[in-house]
C-alpha cells in the first residue's frame, strides 16, 4: 500500500533538505566579508547622502541670496508718498 499520509511527505521533505544541506560548505570568513562589504557600502551611501544634503542647502542659499539682491533701486508702490509728505495708500 502506498503511504501518502503527512508523516511521508514530511519525512521525505526532511531527508532531501538533509542532503541537500551536506552538500553546502560554507567559507569560513564568509560573514566576515560579507559584513565588511556590506558596512563599505553603507559608509559610502551615508557620505553620498551628506554631500548631496550639503549641496542642495548651498544651492538653495545661494539663490535665496541671488534672488534678494535682484531687488529694484527704485522704492516701491507701497512705501512711496504723496506730494504733501502723507503715504500714498491703494484706493480700496
Known sequence: ??????????????EALAALADGVHAVPDAY???RGAWL???RR?????AVL???????ATLIGLWVL???P?????????????RPAFPAS
Open 1 to 14: 500500500m502506498n503511504d501518502t499520509g503527512p508523516d511521508r511527505t514530511e519525512r521525505e521533505l526532511s
Open 32 to 34: 566576515r566579508t560579507a
Open 40 to 42: 563599505r557600502r553603507e
Open 45 to 49: 551611501r551615508r557620505f553620498v547622502l
Open 53 to 59: 544634503i550639503a549641496v542642495v542647502f548651498t544651492l
Open 69 to 71: 539682491n535682484q531687488t
Open 73 to 85: 533701486s527704485h522704492p516701491g508702490v507701497i512705501f512711496s508718498t504723496t506730494a504733501g509728505g
